[in-house]
């Protein structure tokens, strides 16, 4: 009951794409398929099932090859009101290179007109699947505008040439025939199967080899990426370098600081239990005290003196202190501003 486009430039996979997940899908749910693919024969797709252990017991459906001749005759698809034509009621139909036959609408033929608007309403009475009909293209700008507007889904097909991925290939799928960014419904990657190659012909001569006239369109063969890519890895490896010193030198510190801290209560508790000695604090003198200071040709001196008016210069710099808080040891004794108090 659908119109799917299959786009992509020569050598996409696009005719790949339609055998192995369009055809060969159908075919084991026993439909009638019917296609001017190159190569597809009923004949393969027995032989493909026969080789598979798993698919002996299906009954498969039948693979009916045509011309592009009879693609382009007006009873090729059903249509309303016509008699017996090619195709029947609940048929796959793909058709490759579909710009041959409708890539304007003159060259649509009206009875092909009829059956694009009303393909739905065609469906076979003992299966009942309705005619379903796959376009395969390079691009949907070669299609006429009438079968465009009712294309349901679109996948377009991209080789991976430029990473040098010559097996590999991508699938978008879009919704409607708009192959734009906003219509993007899903992205997949896919591989190319050897096994599928029995089924069809992808070129003319059995012998057909593909090169490529520009090696340059693969990006891996730019030196420049490749500089890119070693500077890179040295200036990440560099950085990791950098990152790992950094933890590795504060994981010492801190293991530095935790052994200090084992390490001071043993000290602690070592000091308590041998304590050092007291200190001897010597008397104050009760004969000497301070009575002033003298400055004589750049001398400092201090004076005291005692009870009965003796005087004594003695050098400052045996004093501690300022002020009323100065004092030294004269005689094994304390003499300050307070001291001297024998009568």
Request: glycine letters at 6%; proline letters at 3%; hydrophobic letters at 40%.
């Amino acid at each position: 009951m659908s119109i799917t486009a299959y786009i992509g430039i020569n050598g996409s996979g696009k005719t790949y794409e339609v055998v192995r997940s369009v055809m060969l899908p159908a075919f084991l749910n026993g439909r009638r398929i019917v296609t001017n693919i190159e190569g597809v024969t009923h004949e393969n797709f027995m032989k493909f099932i026969l080789n598979d252990e798993k698919l002996k017991d299906i009954t498969p459906g039948i693979v009916i090859p045509v011309s592009d001749d009879d693609v382009n005759k007006e009873d090729f698809l059903p249509y309303k009101g016509a008699g017996d034509t090619f195709c029947k009621s609940g048929d796959l139909i793909c058709i490759d290179e579909a710009w041959r036959f409708w890539e304007t609408d003159k060259m649509l033929l009206k009875g092909h007109r009829s059956f694009f608007a009303e393909h739905r309403h065609f469906s076979d009475k003992d299966s009942g699947f309705t005619c379903d009909i796959v376009v395969i293209s390079q691009d949907l700008g070669t299609l006429c505008r009438f079968i465009k507007s009712r294309i349901e889904t679109t996948y377009r097909m991209q080789k991976h040439l430029a990473l040098g991925l010559s097996k590999r290939y991508r699938v978008d799928v879009y919704m409607g025939a708009k192959p734009f960014k906003k219509y993007l419904t899903s992205s997949y990657q896919e591989k190319y199967n050897p096994q599928y190659f029995s089924l069809y012909r992808s070129h003319d001569e059995n012998n057909a080899k593909e090169a490529r006239v520009d090696k340059r369109q693969n990006i891996f063969r730019q030196t420049k990426l490749w500089v890119v890519l070693f500077f890179s890895i040295l200036s990440i490896s560099v950085a990791i370098f950098f990152v790992y010193s950094f933890l590795n030198r504060g994981q010492e510190n801190n293991q530095s600081i935790v052994h200090a801290q084992k390490i001071e209560p043993t000290v602690h508790l070592s000091s308590v239990e041998t304590p050092s000695p007291p200190v001897k604090v010597l008397p104050l003198s009760r004969t000497w005290k301070i009575s002033g200071t003298l400055k004589v040709h750049g001398a400092d001196f201090v004076i005291i003196s005692d009870i009965n008016g003796v005087f004594r210069l003695i050098g400052k710099e045996v004093f501690i202190g300022q002020g009323m808080m100065m004092y030294a040891l004269i005689d094994n004794e304390r003499v300050t501003y307070f001291s001297g108090s024998m009568k």
